[in-house]
Nanobody, 116 residues
């Protein structure tokens, strides 16, 4: 049974940085494209970034392009999201999942709060 556990969130001032991690159990992590998603209070969950199984191709939502970087370490079954130049509108719970999403893989997420 695959499980995804997000970590690395916290409270940061606008302009600051955070690095999120997503630890995956099981042996199939390297076989799938992975993505980061986020859900702000009162809003639907939205796509943030995705990366192919090899890490060779990435794609970002326009709202984070140039500020966030997605990467992965297949040897250690870990997905990362480096977030720079954070804005208050980046405040949300951040989740990782396969891409396309597998509904039963949603974890608890990690809270990111950006103060102005």
């Amino acid at each position: 049974q695959v499980q995804l556990v997000e970590s690395g969130g916290g409270l940061v001032q606008a302009g600051g940085s955070l690095r999120l991690s997503c630890a995956a159990s099981g042996r199939t992590f390297r076989n799938y494209a992975m993505g980061w998603f986020r859900q702000a209070p009162g809003k639907e969950r939205e796509f943030v970034a995705t990366i192919t199984w090899s890490g060779g191709t990435t794609y970002y939502a326009d709202s984070v392009k140039g500020r966030f970087t997605i990467s992965r370490d297949n040897a250690n079954n870990t997905l990362y999201l480096q977030m720079n130049s954070l804005k208050p509108e980046d405040t949300a719970v951040y989740y990782c999942n396969r891409d396309p999403v597998q509904v039963d893989l949603w974890g608890q997420g990690t809270q990111v709060t950006v103060s102005s």
